[in-house]
């Protein structure tokens, strides 16, 4: 099986300016999780879709947000950028089933940088 | 609130030498546990995950951690550690048997090995 593929891995902003991330997760799986790794501080969870519905959020403000389609490919988007928002995002892909004894796989990242 | 401890920020071990890495995790039941690995620029890999039953699980590339309840810990160990095994380890925790996916992580470990 292919594993979690995330595009772009590279991407270079300004102030101001909003981005978009892409994430396929793993043939199957119905969940995507996303995450921001900082060096202050690690890795932080942002939100989690499931069947196109954002299913759990993390602390962070309106300005990230994310949607799922319906082959379970994920989006986040980051409007009006700050500096402190340069990080490595993460998405990582699930069954997302209750029940079961899930766990998360990772993508390689998009590395955002804001100037 | 959840929580997981990682108390060494830098290990560093001698090619061959054996290693553990402490996690201590503060949760209201009990978790489902993961330790993750990143290499430089990379996603997080997994090593091992722990469900329920036998406390001592076995993973990828040698590595074996030990669940105790009482301690509230899940160190990771390997017996003779390899220079590839130079990376960051990072432990988690989730809910269990839920099908939410959000994780809570250390601030991570990093491995340093010396000829």
């Known amino acids: 099986k292919a594993g979690v593929t995330q595009t772009p891995r590279y991407l270079i902003k300004t102030r101001g300016q909003q981005v978009t991330l892409s994430c396929s997760p793993i043939?199957?799986?119905?969940?995507v999780s996303w995450y921001q790794q900082t060096p202050g501080q690690g890795l932080q969870f942002l939100f989690e879709y499931f069947s196109e519905t954002q299913r759990n959020k993390g602390n962070f403000p309106g300005r990230f947000s994310g949607r799922q389609f319906s082959n379970s490919r994920s989006e986040m988007n980051v409007s009006t950028l700050e500096l402190g928002d340069s990080a490595l995002y993460l998405c990582?892909?699930?069954?997302?089933?209750?029940?079961?004894?899930?766990?998360?796989?990772f993508g390689p990242g998009t590395r955002l940088t804001v100037l | 609130a959840q929580s997981v401890t990682q108390p060494d920020i830098h290990i560093t071990v001698s090619e061959g030498a054996s290693l553990e890495l402490r996690c201590n995790y503060s949760y209201g039941a009990t978790p489902y546990l993961f330790w993750y690995v990143q290499s430089p620029g990379q996603g997080l890999q997994l090593l091992l995950k722990y469900f329920s039953g036998d406390t001592l699980v076995q993973g990828i590339k040698g590595f074996e951690a030990e669940f105790k309840r009482s301690q509230s810990s899940f160190n990771l160990r390997k017996p003779s550690v390899h220079w590839s095994d130079a990376a960051e380890y990072f432990c988690a925790v989730g809910p269990m048997n839920t099908g939410f996916q959000k994780l809570v992580f250390g601030t991570g470990t990093r491995l340093l090995v010396s000829p």
């Open positions: 990582a892909s699930s069954l997302g089933l209750a029940g079961t004894r899930d766990t998360q796989y």
């Open positions: 043939s199957g799986h119905r969940s």
